[in-house]
Structures are given as C-alpha cells and as structure tokens.
C-alpha cells in the first residue's frame, strides 16, 4: 500500500477515487475525517489522502490522476495561430487569442 496523493478537500478525493476505481484501480482514501480536527494539527496533515493497494500500479494511478487534473476543455488549438494550448489558459501563449467559449 503507498500513498498516491494527497486532495485538497474530501470531495476531490472521493471523485478521484471514484474515477480511479472505474479505471481498475484499487485505492482508498485515508484520513478522510481528519479535517475535523484541522487547527490542532498542520493543515497539509489534515487533508484527505487517496492510497494505492498494489504498489505496482502507482505509475500507471498517477497517470490517470493526471488526466483528470488536465480536464479535455484546457486542451485547445488557438482559433487564431493554430498552436495546441494546454493547461489552465484561457489565452494563447503565442498570439494572444482567447479560448474558443471562453466566455460562454
Ligand atoms: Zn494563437
């Protein structure tokens, strides 16, 4: 059993545990109710973890956690230049042009 990542908040944890059990992966999540005593131990000991069964799949896990952090609508071709944009931009890093529905 290792530790795959830690979330940000339970809610995370429990949709990437989800999406990594529909992908075959066997995971748990761990101190999921230690953010109830959050303020008398350090904050990034009180977040949820998501932990891996089968140490042997931890590459393949983090791959798919990764995936799901890069959602599809921040993998965009820049209606302007053509360039492949990715991550959290709503503007091409090479022309300058906004994302196609990014006001929408
Ligand atoms: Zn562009």
């Given at each position: 059993m290792k530790r795959l990542v830690q979330a940000p908040n339970t809610a995370l944890a429990h949709l990437w545990t989800a999406q990594l059990r529909a992908a075959g992966f066997d995971v748990s999540v761990q101190r999921e109710f230690a953010g109830g005593i959050a303020?008398?131990?350090p904050v990034d000991q009180a977040l949820p973890e998501i932990w891996i069964?089968?140490?042997?799949?931890y590459t393949s896990a983090r791959q798919v956690l990764e995936d799901l952090q890069?959602?599809?609508?921040?993998r965009w071709h820049c209606p302007g230049c053509g360039e492949l944009v990715e991550g959290?931009?709503?503007?091409?890093?090479?022309?300058g042009a906004d994302r196609p529905g990014a006001f929408l």
């Open positions: 303020g008398e131990i069964m089968n140490e042997d799949r890069n959602l599809p609508h921040r959290p931009f709503d503007q091409c890093w090479n022309c």
